[in-house]
């Protein structure tokens, strides 16, 4: 049972008296006895009541059924008549008060026990369906999605605020109006009319058909032509739309909600993003450019010192009363020699930008290192550095670019001798291991220098990471795109004795042909 906060309302105060008596005994609790329509107002007003308990005849000017109307209309309490007789005028004017039932005077205990449960169910199964309502209708005029409910004949509801923009009607004067006039849905693709999206769902029994792309035309407006927002020129707005049926508790059509989502500002969002996308490609180019010019820099550093180094003793020579010139020729050379293997360099860091191989051919990796190791012979002596070398990979070909292998090779040694560069090293020895095996050629460069700590081995592949005052932190980098590019792998890893080893696994099998 629901214990309520009754007020009664009942000019002869006996029977008012016998009322509250029933009522309390009941479990429910009086809040107050008025015996008049004026009263009544004020004391609905002031208690707030769950229910009134309205005699219909009552002292002064106002009737219990004008004194329920007011009190209905400014509080929606729930009113229940007492009357002792029902004449048809008395009860037609109450039922227009939209009373929660009728007592019948001589009031008996277990008729009013009825009447008063009833009454407050009612009420509270009133209060829900209207808190629905209002969740409904906040949910509605909250969303971006326009939405208009149609009946059973495919005629306008209900259209929440979305789609009263959308379509260029209010609620009020779309209510009643065929779907088809009030706004015309074009194919997205074909822009013919589209069928009536309603009509089909009622016709075709389908619950929620897929959705569909049109042009939805304001007011039935079929002058097309004129280009909606979207940036894709075709006329009105194109929207996303959708049709559910609403189904009544005998399982048949009732009528159906539409849902349009306007595409416009979807669609702008993609293209942003496309352009955005586009401008991070073209930062990402301009970053490489940046990459590229550090590369360069980093690679043409070698020779460059050499060229310097050699032109120094050039001069040299030249300032003796009687120079040497077979000497100084062999220095020139040098010179020459470092300066061709400069512009070799940068040309073929230029194709390795654009991904290519300069220009391949058969290189002897063997030899190729034995070359190398010359080009730093003077830069390994002055560091007091041993050099073992064990070249046993045979076959030694591998199809590639000549000058990137000997550019891989040379950063790896020049890596070594740096990590070998501190002063209290007990062991200074440079290991380069050729081998073959697996499908693949190996080459080993093993230094006894500083090692690789705690780092990640793949942080050092990053372009720009150095760990040097005056580093690059291009040549691994570098290093790494040369072979992925001729089909292998480098990777680094902690040396046997300290130090760090650097290896090449390069394919010999995919130039044999
Ligand atoms: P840079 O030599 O200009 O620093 P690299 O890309 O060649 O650029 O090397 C990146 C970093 O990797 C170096 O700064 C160093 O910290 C680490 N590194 C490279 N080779 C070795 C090595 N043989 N031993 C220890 N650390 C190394």
Redesign the pocket.
Known sequence: MIAARILIVEDDRIVARDIQNQVSRMGHVVVGLSTSGEEAVRLAVHHQPDLVLMDIRLDGEMDGIEAARRIREAQRIPVVFLTAYANDEVVQRASRTEPFGYLLKPLEEPQMRTVIQMALYKQASDAKLRMSERRYAATLASIRDGVILCDRDGRVDFMNRVAEAMTGWTAAEAAGRPLTSVFVALDEETQEPQEDFSALVRRSGAHAPPERLSRLLPRGDTAAGRAGEDGTGGPGIAVEERCSAIIDDRGEVAGSVLVFSDLTQRRRVAEALRTAQADLAHAGRLTMMGELAAAVA?EVNQPLMAIVTNAGTCLQHLSHPEPDLGKTRAVAERIVRDAQRAGDVVRSIHALARRTPADPGWVDVNALIVETLALVRAELRRARITVETDLQAAPPWVHGDRVQLQQLIL??V???I??MAAPDLPLRRLCVVTTSGDGGLAVRVE?S????AD?DPEV??RAL????PD???????I?RSIVELHGGRLT?SPGTQG??V?EVVLPVAQGET
């Open positions: 980093h950063n790896l020049m890596n070594a740096e990590a230094d220098g500083s090692g690789l780092t050092l592949f990471y150095t760990t040097k580093g690059l932190g291009m040549g691994l980098s290093s680094a130090g760090s650097f």
